[in-house]
């Protein structure tokens, strides 16, 4: 295809270049979805995909006449290929928080011994084992038998692959030693990389693509509807972690290990138990160097806390154990030219520069886009449009220029001057003091941001309504039919002129209206997200909406707030995760009287289910407000609220009507007198103790 006609605008285009640029669209977006969807073995990053769709659909939009244009709009985003039983994990399968260096691995281990309150003399073993670039997986043994395997999948709910994983011979099919009634043994599955290298010259030989990387590979293998396709692919497991186990005595992670290995599975050798932080970086670098002569791929290190006592205590937040972490090792870099540098426009108005690239292979995948974050950092690296940069990519976060190379730049080439203009709106744009972000300031105003934020109510974790993409959300603003996302409920006014609309049979239209209706109930967590505060991502919405339950509850709170209700304030920024930052952004939005009227308005065209208290841990203290204030003798300040958490209290730093229980340790300050005045129940720490463990009343 001409690529020139890609950098026109659609009226510059002539039908027929439209119908030519379509079908060579139609036909990329396909192949990439098969890789995706079929084959397990992406090989364009999200950002190049994204940019293909999104031109597909403004020109789709643009030349509705084209049959092939409704066929891909059906097409793409289809279910995944392959379709296997769901399975919900009996405990759930965690991920690990990162460390990038070794300053945080140092306050990794800072922060155990805090929590543990581990004096300077007392050893803190940590296990360190390589981090397997691989897939996890859970296997389920009943009185020594397999009875199942799974994916991880979202950590809750995985799919069932026990015909896959007993072909890799890794895995055993029964235990026989010491083993408890109920085991679930979790650990990595991966392809070597010269099981890797032979199935890519075998698939050139069938006229199949390649495999980008050996994680891709063992991805694709993995999830064959065809047990004997997996067989054939030969992967490996390592053992190193588990789920559900029926009463057995073991105290720490090392023994769990070894029971693994006599029991027939592959525990990876260079497992190693650490008893101080210079000793895991030196384990680190060693693996490091190591890392090129492995005949498997790894990313990084995993660091453990030895005993399963302490492991216990310190439980996990945000679905990561707080007990372990991943010491990533730096990142992949490659060299490339930047084309263009492109200036979006987000939900809340923040202009983002984004590079074109000459597309180049990082790490196995080819990289077309990278972001400049924001102009100061476009400054201080002084990149050019036509530079050779240095890009960078580690995991899955967005690929990153590292700096330019000048030795290679061009006399010719000028400093890049940011807009000051918004480039949707043509409003002028604003940099608040201390902030890094160019705003435009139009708001709602400006159609790219009214845009983004319609896209991101509909989206998948938010509102969740399907056949509402970019291009039908554009098309309905520009009619004036949506200007806020209640208006999206009452489409169906509209139906008799979007019958008229091209593209709109009775069908599909049928399908939007049910979509919609579908979508009328919503999790109170995911109408939180929908609003598309700024930093209230899903996890801010969970913790907001396990906070405040339902949706009267919060809004009171944030209004009270707005009004300069301390005690409202104190209990927002001290929900744990919940800082002034976030709460300053929920400030801005319920500030402004046109956001409160747009929550009352989706209110009233949704049902909003209110949050599930967890029923699993009921106490005494379950739904209380706890304040802890002087010293505490047996554990420390944050294993006490992780108790009191796990328990189905809040816990709050401050005294005010609301609390509940004023627990008091030694050399507490002045806020007994406070609790006293307020007539808030004041325990010692041995009454608090006795009310955790007493049964819930
Ligand atoms: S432990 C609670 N150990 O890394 C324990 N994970 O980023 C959770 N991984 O989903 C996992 N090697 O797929 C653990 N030695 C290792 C690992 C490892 C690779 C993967 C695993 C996990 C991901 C978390």
């Known amino acids: ?403 330019v190379n000048r030795n290679a730049r061009s006399r010719f080439s000028e400093k890049f001057v940011f807009p000051t203009k918004c480039p949707s709106c043509g409003n002028e744009t604003q940099r608040s003091e201390g902030e890094a972000a160019r705003k435009c300031v139009a708001g709602l105003v400006c159609d790219a941001q009214a845009i983004e934020r319609l896209k991101h109510f509909v989206s998948k974790n938010a509102v969740n309504i399907d056949g509402l993409g970019e291009k039908q959300i554009k098309s309905f603003w520009d009619k004036g039919w949506i200007q806020n996302p209640a208006d999206i409920f009452r489409l169906a006014r509209y139906s008799d002129e979007l019958a008229k609309l091209s593209g709109w049979g009775g069908k599909s239209i049928e399908n939007l209206f049910e979509a919609i209706e579908n979508s009328r109930g919503i999790r109170f967590d995911s109408f939180i997200y929908s609003l598309g505060i700024p930093q209230v991502g899903q996890q801010t919405a969970k913790l907001l909406a396990e906070n405040y339950i339902d949706i009267e509850h919060w809004q009171i709170a944030m209004i009270s707030c707005t009004q300069g209700d301390e005690a409202a304030w104190n209990s927002l920024t001290n929900i744990d995760q919940i800082g002034e930052s976030v709460g300053q952004d929920l400030l801005n939005f319920f500030n402004q009287q046109r956001n409160i009227d747009i929550v009352t308005d989706l209110a009233s065209e949704l049902s909003i289910e209110s949050h599930k208290i967890q029923k699993t841990a009921q106490s005494k203290i379950t739904g209380k407000t706890v304040v802890f204030t002087g010293t505490l003798v047996a554990m420390g300040r944050a294993e006490a609220k992780a108790l009191a958490e796990k328990l189905g209290a809040r816990v709050s730093s401050a005294i005010s009507q609301k609390t509940d229980y004023l627990v008091v340790g030694e050399a507490a300050g002045s806020k007994a007198k406070k609790a006293k005045q307020l007539g808030v129940s004041i325990l010692s720490e041995q009454e608090w103790r006795a009310m955790l463990y007493a049964d819930s009343a």
């Not at 950098?7 to 890789?35: G, V």
């Not at 707080?322 to 992949?332: D, L, Q, Y």
């Open 1 to 403: 295809m001409n690529k020139e006609l890609r950098h026109k605008m659609p009226s510059e285009l002539l039908e027929e270049e439209a119908k030519e640029e379509l079908t060579a669209l139609a036909e990329e977006i396909k192949n990439h979805d098969t890789e995706y969807y079929e084959d397990n073995n992406p090989t364009a990053d999200d950002f190049y995909y994204d940019g293909l769709r999104r031109r597909f659909e403004t020109l789709a939009g643009y030349f509705p006449r084209f049959p092939i244009s409704i066929e891909i709009m059906e097409k793409v985003g289809s279910a995944p290929a392959a379709s296997f039983d769901k399975i919900t994990h009996s405990e759930p399968m965690l991920s690990l928080a990162n460390a990038f260096d070794r300053e945080e691995v140092f306050e990794f281990s800072e922060r155990v011994r805090r929590f543990l309150r581990l004096g300077p003399d007392i050893t803190l073993e940590l296990v360190a084992e390589p981090k397997i670039d691989g897939l996890s997986a859970s296997l389920r043994y009943e009185k020594g038998e397999l009875v199942y395997g799974a994916t991880r999948g979202d950590g809750t709910t995985g799919e069932d692959i026990t015909k896959n994983l007993l072909t890799i011979d890794d895995i055993p099919k029964t235990l026989t030693k010491q083993v408890p009634d109920v085991l679930e043994v979790r650990g990595e599955v991966y392809m070597t990389k010269n099981a890797f290298k032979k199935l890519n010259i075998s698939q050139e030989a069938s006229g199949k693509s390649n495999f980008s990387n050996p994680r891709n590979a063992a991805a694709g293998s993995l999830r064959q509807l065809d047990p004997s396709i997996t067989a054939a692919r030969r992967l490996n497991f390592f053992a190193y972690s588990w789920g559900e186990v029926s009463s057995i005595k073991i105290d720490t992670h090392f023994e769990f290990l070894n029971l693994f290995e006599t029991n027939g599975f592959v525990v990876n050798d260079l497992t190693e138990i650490c008893v101080s932080v210079d000793q895991i970086l030196s384990c680190h670098e060693k693996i490091h160097n190591l890392r090129e002569q492995l005949p498997y791929e790894i990313d990084g290190m995993v660091y453990k806390v030895n005993r399963l006592d302490w492991q216990n205590r310190m439980g996990s937040i945000s679905r990561s154990p707080r007990w372990a972490i991943a010491h990533k090792f730096p990142a992949e870099q490659m060299e490339t030219r930047l084309m263009q540098i492109d200036i979006q426009v987000g939900r809340t108005g923040v202009l983002t520069p984004v590079g074109r690239l000459e597309p180049v292979k990082v790490g196995g995948v080819l990289v077309t886009n990278v972001t400049l974050h924001n102009e100061d950092e476009i400054q201080r690296k002084d990149i050019r449009i036509g530079d050779r940069v240095v890009i960078q990519r580690a995991g899955d976060v967005i690929p990153q220029v590292v700096r």
